[in-house]
Nanobody, 128 residues
Framework: QLQLVESGGGLVQPGGSLRLSCTAS????????IGWFRQAPGKEREGVSG????????FYADSVKGRFTISRDYAKNTVYLQMNSLKPEDTAVYYC?????????????????????WGQGTQVTVSS
């Protein structure tokens, strides 16, 4: 059973930065797909970013392109989400998720139904 633990959330002013971490209980295999999702109160969960473990290919929602960066560190079994130029509309609970058999289509990296394992979430609040 793969376990995922997110950390790094908090309160930040608009224009500020945060780095979220997602640490897995075991080594990321080459086929793993890791995604970051978020859910604001009263809204559906939306895909933010994804990464293919093997070759490091990355995928982003239009709303975060140019502001968020996803990366991985094999040695630490950790995937990061660097969030810059944060806006109040980025406020949400952020979740990481994993699919151990990989995801073939790039557009599916931001679809929550493609993932089997989920972390407990970390709150990000952007407010002055």
């Amino acid at each position: 059973q793969l376990q995922l633990v997110e950390s790094g959330g908090g309160l930040v002013q608009p224009g500020g930065s945060l780095r979220l971490s997602c640490t897995a209980s075991r080594f990321f295999g080459e086929n793993y797909a890791i995604g970051w999702f978020r859910q604001a109160p009263g809204k559906e969960r939306e895909g933010v970013s994804g990464i293919r473990s093997g070759d490091g290919s990355t995928f982003y929602a239009d709303s975060v392109k140019g502001r968020f960066t996803i990366s991985r560190d094999y040695a630490k079994n950790t995937v990061y989400l660097q969030m810059n130029s944060l806006k109040p509309e980025d406020t949400a609970v952020y979740y990481c998720a994993a699919q151990v058999f990989g995801i073939f289509s790039p557009r599916n990296y931001l679809s929550s139904n493609q993932y089997d394992y989920w972390g407990q979430g970390t709150q990000v609040t952007v407010s002055s």
